[in-house]
Structures are given as structure tokens and as C-alpha cells.
């Protein structure tokens, strides 16, 4: 197939670039503008902004894609209360914008296969133990919106007939691929390498750091989007996680970090926090509907993998 990865020079997407490679498939990773990244060897890059409508129509119709892979997206819940209409803008039109493009060649080509990446965030915070596609979504910041709006015009288009579509729902992803890991400053694993590494003082835990969360390897929910690919039916849509189905506590991930790494990492306890105690993903239809097993996300693995690559950072 010759796919389309949007936000492929990312964390993820390079991961799931280097994934379509390695399987035989032609890549085309779609970048926002000049940068100094470059896609994984083997990619060719397009340039194109998700919100320039027509930009992205022309992208599309000197393709000739099979399939796409849609990562672009903002993802941070925080920012997004500060700046909902971007977040409308880019996740929300972004995904119309792509959708509409792929509509303008819909009678030139056979029907595509569509990977959405969402979020396991849709499903909210009010609920503690195991979280499956069944639940009902319940965003509760504008970014959990956006994305929500984005699966439901995947899932309306996918309804016509035009594409086959599998929207996925990572939960916390982490390790690294390529050398390529995650530096968002809000999650945890990123933040201890950062005290290990001398660039922040302590790493905050609300509470005893007893909130269990499910973390899930980088190259793991990258296999999982190459099998959702392939499982694309024109006509339908799915709904499915991406998760380690294992449940790891806030404190443990210190606990590890320091054993992997052989260095300590200084902790500042807050106050408790109103939040699910126990929050891990459900894996079944993964397994059922994609053939899709998590093989690298024992938390060790995760961790060594992650501070390997940050160390060629620092």
C-alpha cells in the first residue's frame, strides 16, 4: 500500500513510518512546514497544513494513497482550555479537511483504509478499573472534544461506504523506537529522565503515587495501527485500545526508573488529587479484531528503551 502518515515525524509517527516500512509499504509522511526533522529513511515527506483545506485536497489528489494514518493532532487537555478554538481547528476541521480531500478522488480509486489515533481520554475520568470500547465517550476538556468530533466524522464517512476505517485509542504510550522517544513535559517517564538527567529539580506524584495507569510500548501501538490498516473494511468503523492491559502505579515507574538506570530520582509529594484510582485499558478486540498482542510493554523494556534514546538527548 502507498500510506499516507500525517504527524509522522512525531514520536509515534516515526515509529509507525519505520513499522509501514519495514512490512513493504510506500510511505508518505505529511509535515506542517519546514523543520529541521527529517522522516525515517525509506519516507518521502509532503508538506501541508491540516487546516488549509484546499492545500491538503491538492496533497491528497497527486498521491494516489491506499490508505492513511492520521497522528497529526495537539494533545495536551491543559492547553486546550486555554485555546479550545485551535484545538477545534486542528483536530476537529483538520480531520473534516482530510476526510474531504479523500472524498474528491472518491470515484477515481478504490475506497481507502483510515487509521484514526485518538485518545483513551474519551473516555474520561469518572470511571476507575478496566476501560473498554463499549463505554460510553465523555470528553471532558476541549482536546477530549476535538478528538471525540474527529472519530464521529471517521465513523460517518466510514458509513458511506468510502473508506474502511479503525479509529485506535492509545493509552500512555512510552519507550522508543529509533532513538525517538517521548519529551512531553507533562508525563511522568519523561520527567524523571529529566531529574536523572539534571533538567528539572524532582518529579511531582499526587498522593502516595499509589494512581495505577496503563503504559503501553511505542513499537507496540505502532504494530497495532499497521494491523488496523490491514483490517479496514469500506463500510465499517471500529473503535479500538491500544494498551498494555496491565496496570502500573506512579510510584512504581520512580521505582523502576531508578532500578534500570542505576540513578535517583528526587520526589515531591502533593496533596492527594480527585482523580480514578485504577484506569487500564481493555485489549480484547484488539486481539480479536487486529491479531494484536503488546510484546514490548513490560515496564522495564519500556523504561530501558526510553532511557537510551533520552540519553542521546541530553
Not at 512490512?23 to 509532503?46: M, Q
Not at 495537539?74 to 474531504?100: C, E, I, K, Q
Request: hydrophobic share 45%; net charge negative.
Amino acid at each position: 500500500m502507498h500510506v499516507l502518515v500525517t504527524g509522522g515525524l512525531g514520536f509515534l509517527g516515526h515509529a509507525v513510518t519505520l513499522d509501514l516500512l519495514a512490512a513493504g509499504h510506500r510511505v508518505t509522511v505529511l509535515s506542517r512546514g519546514p523543520t529541521d526533522r527529517k522522516p525515517a529513511p525509506g519516507a518521502d515527506l509532503v508538506t501541508g497544513d491540516l487546516r488549509d483545506r484546499a492545500g491538503i485536497a491538492v496533497v491528497v489528489r497527486t498521491g494516489s494513497y491506499d490508505g492513511v494514518v492520521h497522528l497529526a493532532a495537539l494533545t495536551s487537555g491543559r492547553d486546550s482550555l486555554a485555546d479550545p478554538l485551535t484545538y477545534f481547528d486542528v483536530n476537529a476541521a483538520g480531520t473534516l479537511h482530510l476526510l474531504m480531500a479523500l472524498d474528491s478522488v472518491r470515484d477515481r480509486a478504490a475506497p481507502a483504509s483510515f487509521v484514526l489515533a485518538s485518545t483513551n481520554i474519551v473516555y474520561g475520568s469518572q470511571r476507575s478499573g478496566t476501560l473498554s470500547e463499549e463505554l460510553d465517550v465523555h470528553p471532558e476538556s476541549p482536546y477530549g472534544a476535538s478528538k471525540v468530533a474527529a472519530e464521529q466524522m471517521v465513523a460517518g464517512y466510514a458509513a458511506t461506504g468510502a473508506v474502511g476505517a479503525v479509529t485506535v485509542r492509545p493509552f500512555n504510550v512510552a519507550g522508543a523506537v529509533d532513538g525517538v522517544t517521548d519529551t512531553d513535559p507533562v508525563r511522568i517517564i519523561p520527567n524523571v529522565f529529566r531529574v536523572m538527567t539534571g533538567q528539572l529539580d524532582q518529579v511531582s506524584l499526587n498522593g502516595d503515587g499509589s494512581a495505577v495507569r496503563d503504559f503501553v510500548h511505542v513499537a507496540d501501538v505502532a504494530t497495532g495501527i499497521r494491523l488496523a490498516l490491514a483490517a479496514c473494511t469500506p463500510g465499517t468503523h471500529h473503535a479500538v485500545n491500544l494498551a498494555s492491559g496491565v496496570g502500573t502505579s506512579m510510584a512504581e515507574v520512580i521505582t523502576v526508573a531508578e532500578q534500570v538506570t542505576g540513578r535517583s530520582v528526587t520526589v515531591r509529594q502533593l496533596p492527594p488529587k480527585p482523580e480514578p484510582s485504577h484506569l487500564v485499558g481493555e485489549i480484547s478486540r484488539a486481539h480479536s479484531l487486529l491479531g494484536w498482542q503488546p510484546t514490548r510493554s513490560d515496564l522495564t523494556q519500556m523504561i530501558a528503551d526510553g532511557w537510551a534514546a533520552w540519553q542521546r538527548l541530553a
